[in-house]
């Protein structure tokens, strides 16, 4: 059985969310790095990451890492590499790059030499001079950080955010990736009530029913690396059909609610296409006129920033009355996704916690207010000290 150096990429912030994950799907020594966690895996866990991994990126092959002053140490430092038996003779290289703070800061020229001894790699078993490379996929990535080397390859092709049901999104779409990793920080289980009272095109809740329900967020997908001779194709069925066994049946229910009729509409669509519009109420209703008679709920939201949708008076106003709605709801715990600054000020309540997420390129932070667990209160109804 070969074992591979694995790579799982995130977005800065998601780190330990994502070492959570693999830790969860067996993985008992992860290293953390900044934005990506490195874990060693064989091909069925290159299968089973790529299913299962809801807060990552993508995942990726760690080939070789070597020093590169000149364009010489990295072709030959490429070169060593036996990419003949890793790439089959029809196998398409595609390589992309980047450089950050290294003497070799010209990616195109990176990009170009890696292609080139890997070319050279696979004359040396197919004694050809030209490839067709009209096959599988490999992706290859140069990465040049601080004059050192990293060939990777990538197993995933698109994006893991791209679960395949999400056909339609508002202006502003959050990405599924990030949206999980905010349900998966918050805690939250199915045992709780559950809102997103500005869901948009419904990305939070959607993400936050298919945690609840064990649904593998790639099980719907196909991933570059499915093509791998070296992957036979029964690891992929095996491992989907272990996947499909495991989807628990409904037995809660999600509120979302939106004001935008259109952004609605098509949050209801992207939560049939994930198969849980049985598990999500939606409701056309504004913030302001959010209310719960249940307790211990959680809320998780991503509104409006200000850079965008709207203007700077209307986000002001907008998370006042947040605060005045969201503060009445004794118990509840609120997780609110936001780049405005001034956000605890205007909510009226300063966060038990905020956490630095980047929202793509955006600067965000993840303000938590955790409400209290029912057992204290419980203990406190009862007369009992807390603990």
């Known amino acids: 059985m ?24 067996g993985f008992d020594t992860v290293k953390v790095e900044n934005g990506r966690v490195l874990f060693t895996g064989d091909s069925a866990d290159i299968a089973r990451c790529n299913i299962w991994l809801r807060c990552s990126d993508r995942v990726l092959v ?87 080397a990293e060939l990777t390859i990538d197993t995933t092709g698109p994006g893991l955010h791209k679960r395949g049901y999400r056909q339609e999104q508002g202006e502003a779409p959050l990405k599924e990736t990030l949206a999980a990793g905010l349900v998966l920080m918050s805690r939250w289980d199915p045992s709780r009530i559950f809102s997103d009272p500005m869901c948009g095109s419904g990305t939070i809740p959607i993400e936050a ?69 049985n598990d999500i ?46 503060l009445k709801l004794d118990n509840w715990s609120l997780f609110i996704l936001t780049a405005n600054d001034d956000f605890e000020k205007l909510f009226g309540k300063k966060a038990d916690r905020k956490r630095k997420l980047y929202n793509g390129k955006i600067k965000c932070n993840y303000y938590q207010y955790f409400g209290k667990p029912p057992w204290k209160v419980q203990m406190k109804e009862n007369g009992m000290p807390e603990v």
């Open 2 to 25: 070969q074992f591979y150096d694995l790579i799982a990429t995130s977005a800065f912030g998601l780190e330990s969310v994502v070492a959570g994950e693999l830790k969860g799907l």
């Open 62 to 148: 760690r080939i070789k890492e070597f020093s590169a002053f000149d364009f010489e140490e990295l072709y030959q430092g490429t070169l060593s590499v036996p990419w003949e038996s890793i790439i089959p003779v029809n196998g398409k290289m595609h390589i992309t790059g980047k450089s950050v703070k290294s003497k070799l800061h010209s990616v195109p020229d990176c990009q170009s030499i890696v292609k080139k001894a890997v070319v050279e790699a696979m004359k040396r078993k197919f004694q050809l001079e030209k490839f067709l490379e009209d096959g599988p996929v490999y992706k290859i990535e140069i990465s040049m950080l601080n004059d050192t």
């Open 209 to 277: 029913a298919m945690i609840g329900r064990r649904i593998a967020p790639g099980l719907k997908r196909a991933f570059s690396s499915e093509a791998w001779p070296s992957i036979p194709e029964g690891i992929w069925n095996r491992i989907r059909n272990e996947a499909g066994g495991m989807i628990l049946p409904s037995s809660f229910k999600i509120s979302a609610s939106d004001i935008d009729r259109n952004v609605f509409e098509k949050a209801r669509e992207n939560a049939r296409l994930a198969g849980v519009d």
């Open 281 to 326: 109420d939606f409701q056309k209703k504004p913030v302001q006129e959010f209310s719960s008679r249940h307790k211990f709920g959680c809320i998780i939201s991503n509104p409006p920033y200000g850079e965008r949708l709207s203007s700077l008076t209307e986000i002001r106003t907008l998370y006042s009355d947040m605060g005045r709605v969201f």
